[in-house]
């Protein structure tokens, strides 16, 4: 069974440094490109990072590049999300999310994690 | 970047009716078209992905259809299972992506 475990949210001041992870198990980690997907309170979807099996590819959105970092480390399972400079904007659930197909980034995500909260407030 | 404009923003059903959402995107991304459901305080779940390809497991009365700019979602037979926001969600750019505004949909 595919799981997806994020942690590492929390309360942080404005301008302060924040890592979430994401533990996987039930599939072979390292075939899959991963992402991480964000959900402000009350509002919809945003797709904020990506990275692919080999960690060759990687992506951001707009509204994250410069201060995010996405990096994986396959002998351990594990995605993570640095992220620097956060301001209120960046208050969101954070889910890790597993592609659909193998050695594949098309973005159709097939299984996602339950979310880590990260608030950024003064 | 694409845009996608998803509609309506909420819908009220009743048990057994066919329900119908509609995204556009701005531009033509061909099949490159995801439905996700959302219930509430859940994780996204994928329903359909390559527009109209149905994911393992889901009911046969969800179903997508289209290309191009015009894309359908359907339920042919609402369920109160079924309440939950729906989100259309287009990979033809990448490496973004951009996720339709939502659906919230509820039983009358």
């Known amino acids: 069974e595919v799981q997806l475990v994020e942690s590492g949210g929390g309360l942080v001041q404005p301008g302060r440094s924040l890592r979430l992870s994401c533990a996987a198990s039930?599939?072979?980690?390292?075939?899959?490109?991963m992402h991480w997907v964000r959900q402000a309170p009350g509002k919809g979807l945003e797709w904020v990072s990506g990275?692919?099996?080999?960690?060759?590819?990687?992506g951001y959105a707009d509204s994250v590049k410069g201060r995010f970092t996405i990096s994986r480390d396959n002998a351990k399972n594990s995605l993570y999300l640095q992220m620097n400079s956060l301001r209120a904007e960046d208050t969101a659930l954070y889910y890790c999310a597993k592609e659909k197909r193998n050695f594949d980034w098309s973005l159709i995500l097939g299984y996602w994690g339950q979310g880590t909260l990260v608030t950024v407030s003064s | 970047d694409i845009q996608m404009t998803q509609s309506p923003s909420s819908l009220s059903a009743s048990v057994g009716d066919r329900v119908t959402i509609t995204c556009q995107a701005s531009q033509d991304i061909s099949n490159y078209l995801n439905w996700y459901q959302q219930k509430p305080g859940k994780a996204p779940k994928l329903l359909i992905y390559d527009a109209s390809n149905l994911e393992t497991g889901v009911p046969s009365r969800f179903s997508g259809s289209g290309s191009g700019t015009d894309f359908t979602f359907t339920i042919s037979s609402l369920q109160p299972e079924d309440i939950a926001t729906y989100y259309c969600q287009q990979y033809d750019n990448l490496p973004r992506d951009t996720f339709g505004q939502g659906t919230k949909l509820e039983i009358k």
């Open positions: 990275i692919s099996w080999n960690s060759g590819s990687i």
């Open positions: 039930g599939f072979t980690f390292d075939d899959y490109a």
